[in-house]
């Protein structure tokens, strides 16, 4: 496992993700880390659509999403940073990035959709990295 390697911010979209992005953003610019934003998801089998096609319309849905915010937040913060989409659970994707990249910080808000399946707390002890918990 690396360590201390960067940030990492978990959005959802939802209307705090650009205030939990805004504090990512200080944290990066005060820590000098570069800040990985992830967006998670589940791909739920619908037998009215194709799943590959599914995929392809949540992730463009996505990336115009990040547009706004990479907009509003980190067009002219001076971070460098990555956006990445992916499939799954966040609290198993959190985790996986964590053990290959290492962190030196998780940022989240405490409404994100994506990890309401378990108790905050119960999430920030299973990815064993300091969490800055966004109200």
């Not at 360590?3 to 979209?13: E, K, R, S, V």
């Not at 964590?98 to 808000?109: D, F, T």
């Not at 405490?110 to 064993?128: C, D, L, Y």
Request: glycine content about 4%.
């Amino acid at each position: 496992m690396k360590t201390n390697d960067g940030i990492l911010c978990l959005i959802d979209f939802s209307d705090s993700s650009k205030e939990t992005l805004e504090w990512a953003v200080s944290l990066a610019q005060q820590m000098k880390k570069r800040l990985t934003i992830l967006y998670t998801y589940r791909l739920v089998n619908s037998r009215d659509r194709d799943l590959l096609e599914m995929r392809k319309q949540i992730e463009e849905t996505a990336r115009q999403q990040f547009v706004s915010l990479e907009q509003d937040v980190l067009k002219n913060s001076g971070v460098k940073y990555d956006f990445v989409i992916e499939i799954g659970f966040a609290i198993h994707r959190v985790r996986e990035y964590a053990k290959k990249n290492g962190l030196s910080v998780l940022v989240m808000g405490k409404k994100v959709e994506q990890v309401k399946t378990e108790p905050i707390e119960e999430f920030a002890e299973s990815v064993h990295v300091p969490l800055f918990l966004v109200p």
